[in-house]
């Protein structure tokens, strides 16, 4: 299964895109450096929307209180409803790297930002 989404100058770096892909609501986030990746919309935590979220580096305490360091290049989604943070790359949540979201490709096809189910051998983002 593979959708159209845009045209490729519609989702700028940084930006999200809500989609269809079949029943499935789909979020496609194109990052900072402008690499494209798609996860389903639907938080784990109760269902909100992870289209309305915001994309931004993730920020890791270190082991020494109120130390932060940022995580350069790990950009997560946040769900705007409690909070729930999404590797964008993985679809696995900041706390607990084994509940996830399922992640589709996203690629540009000619001028178009196409996503798809993923499959083994299938194109990279
Ligand atoms: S519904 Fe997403 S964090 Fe609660």
Request: charged share 20%; hydrophobic share 35%.
């Amino acid at each position: 299964m593979k959708q159209v989404v845009c045209h490729k100058s519609e989702l700028s770096n940084g930006q999200i895109m809500r989609t269809q892909l079949g029943p499935i609501p789909v979020v496609v986030v194109r990052t900072k450096a402008g690499s494209l990746y798609a996860l389903a919309a639907k938080c784990l935590h109760q269902g909100g929307p992870l289209d309305q979220g915001r994309v931004y580096e993730h920020h890791a305490t270190t082991k020494d209180v109120g130390e932060y360091v940022i995580d350069p290049g790990r950009e997560v989604l946040k769900c705007p409803w409690h909070g729930y943070e999404y590797d964008i790359k993985t679809g696995c949540t900041v706390f607990d790297p084994s509940r996830a979201v399922q992640t589709f490709q996203a690629y540009e096809e000619e001028d178009q930002i196409v996503v798809q189910l993923a499959t083994a051998g299938a194109r990279q983002a």
